[in-house]
């Protein structure tokens, strides 16, 4: 450990002694930087980014809430940026997962160090992904042109897919205990504090970010991904600088880009069915059902109808639509 960082270390443990804090629905700790909340590791690791992040102005950041579609927008990103690059039997998506392809810059790069070692990323552009919300973000980019491309969707999905990826990890099987997991993660989404919440506070950061700055900051969202891909995947490939070609279109080639990422090819790959992240997540569960609206299986009417007024409050000032 150089002096460097352990002059950033004692900074780090003062400044997080100062936050407000408050407990999850697991009982963690999480403390309130910047508007949203974190639990401390992550915390460190966010402080670290924004303090030693060089950005390129070729940079590409993949940014979502967790369990929004992350997966699938970095799949996308991948094939599109590395079209030229690969055969369809060499294809990096073939056996890596997207999520040891563009690592989290905060739960992966910069937990232990403000300058931890890039060079596995030499080629440009550079693809990386985050979970914090913009205006956090934006501190760690420090006026850099880098692109921006967030995924966001319906906030009950989202939390019956944080529910389920929770309960895969811990491997909880039981049913009276899901149950009572899902409760009380629900009561936490409603005040905000959970991990990366406001889930709110997260979507319109990028809102904003991407009506003062569309051509940086590209803000999807999962539900019109799915109703039409090949539109949203060719605006996709517009924003990231790599628009396909007549072509290219002619010959199918936006169709093979879907068929590669789509959620069941993807799954049924031996490093999705057997592989592990750094971090010691399955690969296995970050591919579930994909579909909209599923939450409804879950959340009683009562749930959705407490959650739903909550988003249109915090919505009504923008044009979002839950
Ligand atoms: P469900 O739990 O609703 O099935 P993230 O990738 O941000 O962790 O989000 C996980 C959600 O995206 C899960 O939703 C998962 O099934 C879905 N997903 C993962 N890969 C996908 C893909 N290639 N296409 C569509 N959805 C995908």
């Given at each position: 450990?150089t002096?460097?960082?352990?002059?950033?270390?004692?900074?780090?443990?003062?400044?997080?002694?100062?936050?407000?804090?408050?407990?999850?629905?697991?009982?963690?700790?999480?403390?309130?930087?910047?508007?949203?909340?974190?639990?401390?590791?992550?915390?460190?690791?966010?402080?670290?980014?924004?303090r030693?992040?060089?950005p390129?102005?070729?940079?590409?950041?993949?940014?979502s809430?967790?369990?929004?579609?992350?997966?699938?927008?970095?799949?996308?990103?991948?094939?599109?940026?590395?079209?030229?690059?690969?055969?369809?039997?060499?294809?990096?998506l073939?056996?890596?997962?997207?999520?040891?392809?563009?690592?989290?810059l905060e739960?992966?790069?910069?937990?232990?160090s403000?300058?931890?070692d890039?060079?596995?990323?030499?080629?440009?552009?550079?693809?990386?992904?985050?979970?914090?919300?913009?205006?956090?973000?934006?501190?760690?980019?420090?006026?850099?042109?880098?692109?921006?491309?967030?995924?966001?969707?319906?906030?009950?999905?989202?939390?019956?897919?944080?529910?389920?990826?929770?309960?895969?990890?811990?491997?909880i099987?039981?049913?009276?205990?899901r149950?009572?997991?899902?409760?009380?993660?629900?009561?936490?989404?409603?005040?905000?504090?959970?991990?990366?919440?406001?889930?709110?506070?997260?979507?319109?950061?990028?809102?904003?970010?991407?009506?003062?700055?569309?051509?940086?900051?590209?803000?999807?969202r999962?539900?019109?991904?799915k109703?039409?891909?090949?539109?949203?995947?060719?605006?996709l490939?517009?924003?990231?600088?790599?628009?396909?070609?007549?072509?290219?279109?002619?010959?199918?080639?936006?169709?093979?880009?879907?068929?590669?990422?789509?959620?069941?090819?993807?799954?049924?790959?031996?490093?999705?069915?057997?592989?592990?992240?750094?971090?010691?997540?399955?690969?296995?569960?970050?591919?579930?059902?994909?579909?909209?609206?599923?939450?409804?299986?879950?959340?009683?009417?009562?749930?959705?109808?407490?959650?739903?007024?909550?988003?249109?409050?915090?919505?009504?000032?923008?044009?979002?639509k839950?």
């Amino acid at each position: 450990i150089t002096m460097n960082q352990q002059r950033d270390d004692q900074e780090t443990i003062s400044l997080i002694s100062s936050l407000p804090s408050d407990r999850d629905f697991h009982s963690n700790k999480l403390f309130n930087y910047q508007r949203c909340w974190y639990d401390k590791k992550t915390l460190q690791g966010i402080l670290n980014f924004q303090r030693g992040f060089e950005p390129q102005d070729t940079d590409i950041i993949v940014a979502s809430f967790p369990k929004s579609g992350t997966t699938w927008l970095k799949a996308l990103t991948v094939a599109l940026l590395e079209r030229s690059k690969h055969s369809s039997d060499d294809h990096p998506l073939l056996s890596d997962n997207p999520h040891g392809l563009v690592p989290v810059l905060e739960l992966r790069l910069y937990t232990e160090s403000s300058k931890p070692d890039l060079t596995s990323f030499s080629s440009s552009p550079r693809l990386f992904a985050t979970h914090v919300p913009f205006h956090t973000l934006q501190e760690a980019l420090k006026g850099s042109p880098c692109k921006v491309v967030y995924i966001w969707r319906n906030v009950k999905d989202a939390l019956v897919s944080v529910w389920y990826f929770e309960c895969a990890n811990l491997k909880i099987e039981d049913k009276d205990e899901r149950r009572s997991m899902l409760e009380s993660m629900f009561e936490s989404f409603c005040t905000g504090v959970s991990f990366y919440g406001p889930f709110w506070e997260h979507v319109l950061s990028y809102w904003k970010g991407n009506l003062e700055d569309p051509k940086h900051v590209c803000f999807m969202r999962y539900e019109e991904l799915k109703k039409e891909p090949h539109v949203h995947v060719k605006k996709l490939a517009q924003f990231l600088g790599c628009p396909f070609t007549l072509e290219e279109e002619e010959s199918g080639y936006v169709e093979e880009i879907l068929d590669l990422c789509s959620l069941g090819h993807l799954k049924n790959l031996e490093i999705n069915k057997t592989g592990k992240t750094g971090r010691g997540v399955d690969h296995k569960n970050f591919f579930r059902k994909g579909e909209v609206g599923d939450s409804k299986n879950y959340l009683t009417p009562e749930m959705e109808k407490r959650i739903d007024m909550i988003i249109e409050e915090k919505f009504r000032d923008s044009c979002l639509k839950f």
